[in-house]
């Protein structure tokens, strides 16, 4: 029998994924284009930055402090009835600041708790979709790896779509976009059969028992924990680029920093699923964290454009394969009846280690200088990766 690894089109042409894989993915458009939206429509109607990034900031905060129980609705409720539900709530809700940017900053506080909140984990729920509908091994990786990549896309492409349509028409037409996608995103990804087929625990037999809890699974909670460390490397790119940028006197340089870096994650992403890794996904976390960690501290130490093309572009090829394996711990190191939330931890703790990264790096940049900034912030992840590697393993031989 073959070992080689199916083909990317073998994976979207099993049946009915890609009636989910798409629309997920214009729902994921819409949550990378609100944030630009937002800032550039407040900015604009109350001439603040500040309270700009104040509602930016507690949208972001309420998304994150969410995540896990909006995942757990999920696996209870199914993805019909919550997706949809979320989605009208997401949209309504960005629709109200578009419409009332010069309201009180607690009226534009409480809407942005709201518009977090609310926000529907189109990510995690596609990464149980293909869980569901391909088997273990090389084609779920492969499907895992694809959902790896469209993430970056959609990150890389929603910023400057809301762009465009804010210098060409209006921020509020960036802000209605996103409310568009969000509201088609879900309609067509819970209309997908794969989807209605997610009808939660609680449609099941009654007497089944819940499933586990995933932090109570075994492994699975240093397994969360070291995933704030591809987090923290993406807060720090994204200040990173532009304050080394300034340092270089070249603006654009920002910018092409930040589409390396995307660029070079999608591609491992895809260069991931095309190999079969032996080692356990334990130890790959700890080898490719430390890979990556080690690539952003040798860069900020030897400093200068050149040095940054080259670290940006190494450390993007070594994301992707990290969040990929993150995904796969989720998959099989959980009970199948609680996966959208365990999808959803490992999403919060990318999101908190992003939020980290940029406050310390922006912290240290003014002191230390970007460079060295750059090399410091590294520090905290590796003691993350220090703290968790000895559990990490453990857990991998226990299941040796």
Same mark, same amino acid.
């Given at each position: 029998?073959?070992?080689?690894?199916? /083909?990317?089109?073998?994976?979207?042409?099993?049946?009915?994924?890609?009636?989910?894989?798409?629309? /997920?993915?214009?729902?994921?458009?819409?949550?990378?284009? /609100?944030?630009?939206?937002?800032?550039?429509?407040?900015?604009?109607?109350?001439?603040?930055?500040?309270?700009?990034?104040?509602?930016?900031?507690?949208?972001?905060?309420? %998304?994150?402090?969410?995540?896990?129980?909006?995942?757990?609705?999920?696996?209870?409720?199914?993805?019909?009835?919550?997706?949809?539900?979320?989605?009208?709530?997401?949209?309504?809700?960005?629709?109200?600041?578009?419409?009332?940017?010069?309201?009180?900053?607690?009226?534009?506080?409480?809407?942005?708790?709201?518009?977090?909140?609310?926000?529907?984990?189109?990510?995690?729920?596609?990464?149980?979709?293909?869980?569901?509908?391909?088997?273990?091994?090389?084609?779920?990786?492969?499907?895992?790896?694809?959902?790896?990549?469209?993430?970056?896309?959609?990150?890389?492409?929603?910023?400057?779509?809301?762009?465009?349509?804010?210098?060409?028409?209006?921020?509020?037409?960036?802000?209605?976009? /996103?409310?568009?996608?969000?509201?088609?995103?879900?309609?067509?990804?819970?209309?997908?059969?794969?989807?209605?087929?997610?009808?939660?625990?609680?449609?099941?037999?009654?007497?089944?028992?819940?499933?586990?809890?995933?932090?109570?699974?075994?492994?699975?909670?240093?397994?969360?924990?070291?995933?704030?460390?591809?987090?923290?490397?993406?807060?720090?790119?994204?200040?990173?680029?532009?304050?080394?940028?300034?340092?270089?006197?070249?603006?654009?340089?920002?910018?092409?920093?930040?589409?390396?870096?995307?660029?070079?994650?999608?591609?491992?992403?895809?260069?991931?699923?095309?190999?079969?890794?032996?080692?356990?996904?334990?130890?790959?976390?700890?080898?490719?964290?430390?890979?990556?960690?080690?690539?952003?501290?040798?860069?900020?130490?030897?400093?200068?454009?050149?040095?940054?093309?080259?670290?940006?572009?190494?450390?993007?090829?070594?994301?992707?394969?990290?969040?990929?394996?993150?995904?796969?711990?989720?998959?099989?190191?959980?009970?199948?009846?609680?996966?959208?939330?365990? %999808?959803?931890?490992?999403?919060?703790?990318?999101?908190?280690?992003?939020?980290?990264?940029?406050?310390?790096?922006?912290?240290?940049?003014?002191?230390?200088?970007?460079?060295?900034?750059?090399?410091?912030?590294?520090?905290?992840?590796?003691?993350?990766?220090?703290?968790?590697?000895?559990?990490?393993?453990?857990?991998? %031989?226990?299941?040796?």
């Amino acid at each position: 029998m073959s070992t080689e690894p199916p /083909s990317y089109r073998a994976v979207l042409r099993t049946e009915h994924i890609a009636r989910a894989f798409l629309p /997920s993915i214009i729902g994921r458009l819409s949550l990378s284009t /609100s944030g630009l939206a937002l800032v550039l429509l407040l900015e604009r109607a109350t001439g603040s930055f500040a309270i700009a990034g104040a509602v930016t900031a507690t949208l972001g905060i309420a %998304n994150v402090v969410v995540t896990p129980w909006r995942a757990r609705l999920i696996d209870r409720r199914g993805q019909a009835l919550v997706l949809t539900s979320l989605g009208l709530l997401h949209a309504s809700s960005l629709v109200a600041l578009g419409l009332a940017p010069h309201a009180g900053l607690p009226i534009l506080l409480c809407l942005s708790v709201i518009a977090g909140a609310s926000s529907p984990p189109f990510a995690a729920s596609m990464r149980v979709l293909w869980s569901a509908a391909l088997p273990p091994g090389g084609l779920r990786v492969r499907g895992l790896s694809l959902d790896a990549v469209a993430g970056e896309v959609t990150f890389a492409v929603g910023p400057l779509v809301a762009a465009l349509l804010a210098v060409i028409i209006d921020p509020l037409a960036a802000l209605l976009l /996103s409310a568009g996608c969000v509201l088609a995103g879900a309609a067509l990804f819970v209309s997908s059969p794969l989807s209605r087929r997610q009808r939660g625990s609680r449609a099941v037999e009654r007497a089944e028992p819940v499933g586990l809890s995933p932090l109570r699974s075994r492994g699975f909670p240093p397994m969360v924990l070291a995933m704030v460390v591809p987090g923290l490397v993406l807060g720090i790119v994204e200040i990173a680029a532009p304050a080394l940028a300034v340092t270089e006197s070249n603006t654009v340089l920002a910018g092409v920093l930040l589409a390396l870096f995307a660029g070079a994650s999608a591609v491992s992403g895809l260069l991931y699923g095309r190999v079969h890794v032996r080692p356990a996904v334990e130890r790959q976390l700890i080898v490719l964290s430390l890979a990556l960690l080690a690539v952003l501290a040798v860069t900020g130490l030897v400093g200068g454009s050149i040095a940054a093309l080259i670290g940006f572009t190494l450390g993007g090829l070594c994301l992707a394969p990290v969040l990929i394996v993150g995904y796969l711990a989720a998959d099989s190191r959980t009970d199948p009846r609680v996966r959208t939330e365990a %999808n959803g931890w490992i999403d919060t703790a990318v999101n908190l280690g992003a939020a980290l990264g940029a406050a310390v790096f922006g912290a240290l940049a003014d002191t230390a200088g970007p460079g060295h900034a750059l090399a410091i912030s590294t520090i905290i992840g590796v003691v993350v990766i220090a703290l968790c590697a000895p559990f990490l393993l453990r857990s991998r %031989n226990t299941r040796s």
